[in-house]
Nanobody
Framework: QVQLVESGGGLVQDGGSLRLSCAAS????????MGWFRQASGKEREFVAG?????????YYAASVKGRFTISRDNAKNTVYLQMNSLKPEDTAVYYC????????WGSGSFNYWGQGTQVTVSS
């Protein structure tokens, strides 16, 4: 099992930047595929970005954030990051970190381990 704790959310103006962090417990962090998801008020949870396990740090992004957001991981620190630049009001949501050994897709239903979420609010 793995436990996840997100941090770094907050209030930022349109066009600003934030970096989210997700700290994981356990000695097997490097074996997990990691993802960032978000859920805006009244909407379903959606995939934002993902990164492969081990040293194969292939990355994947939702079309809505590609070119603005960057996911990365530091296996030595058991931490995954989401650098968010050029933020827009439509990026406002609770952002969740998730982990899974072998997810079948980037859908939220493929991930079993979740953090508690961190609020990101982008003002216009």
């Amino acid at each position: 099992q793995v436990q996840l704790v997100e941090s770094g959310g907050g209030l930022v103006q349109d066009g600003g930047s934030l970096r989210l962090s997700c700290a994981a417990s356990g000695r097997t962090f490097r074996t997990y595929v990691m993802g960032w998801f978000r859920q805006a008020s009244g909407k379903e949870r959606e995939f934002v970005a993902g990164i492969n396990s081990w040293s194969d740090s292939g990355t994947y992004y939702a079309a809505s954030v590609k070119g603005r957001f960057t996911i990365s991981r530091d296996n030595a620190k058991n931490t995954v990051y989401l650098q968010m630049n050029s933020l827009k009001p439509e990026d406002t949501a609770v952002y969740y970190c998730a982990a899974e050994s072998n997810p079948t897709s980037w859908g939220s239903g493929s991930f079993n381990y979740w953090g508690q979420g961190t609020q990101v609010t982008v003002s216009s």
